[in-house]
């Protein structure tokens, strides 16, 4: 097998390992999001499983014996020569040495927004909590229990009577 074939399924394998399906499945919110994952997870499958399969196992050597009886031994040897001669350029990657700082850095930036959204999602879980908390008790809640919850709201109303301003 070349190396570089070698080389691709073997990260192409490592990567689908690595890859968090079940996490990522439970971040999505919606059954259109779900759908697209699930045809992106099954994209993902089947060219690993093919790169596993047809470009990770060596080419069957020829027996050049068997066509030597059939066809002759100067064309044979002909082919043979030529087949021999035949050089398969290495591979050189000139392409993820430029990118990886820049998707290094994306993934630096992917952290980031990610622990704010889950900040934010716990502030917004708990306004939900109290809002929620708040309609419960709102029909037997006085304005004193109300204003002990939001002093902001009492100083407002307080200073616009002191000031005698009736919102008219």
């Known amino acids: 097998m070349s190396g570089t074939v070698k080389k691709v399924s073997d990260v192409a394998f490592k990567a689908g390992k690595a890859i968090d399906w079940e996490g990522m499945a439970k971040l999505l919110v919606s059954d259109e999001a779900r759908k697209e994952f699930s045809n992106l997870r099954r994209a993902f499958d089947e060219v690993n499983s093919q790169l596993q399969t047809k470009f990770s196992q060596e080419p069957e050597p020829i027996d050049w014996d068997y066509y030597r009886k059939g066809i002759g031994n100067r064309l044979v040897d002909m082919y043979k020569e030529h087949y021999d001669s035949i050089e398969v350029p290495k591979f050189v990657d000139n392409v993820t040495p430029q990118y990886k700082p820049k998707f290094d850095a994306l993934l630096i930036e992917l952290k980031e927004a ?53 919102g008219y």
């Open 114 to 166: 990610e622990q704010k959204s889950l900040k934010e999602s716990e502030r917004l879980e708990k306004e939900i909590a109290d809002v929620q908390e708040l309609k419960k008790k709102l029909s037997t809640m006085t304005a004193d229990e109300y204003f002990e919850k939001h002093p902001e709201l009492k100083k407002k109303f307080d200073d616009e009577i002191r000031n005698d301003y009736w």
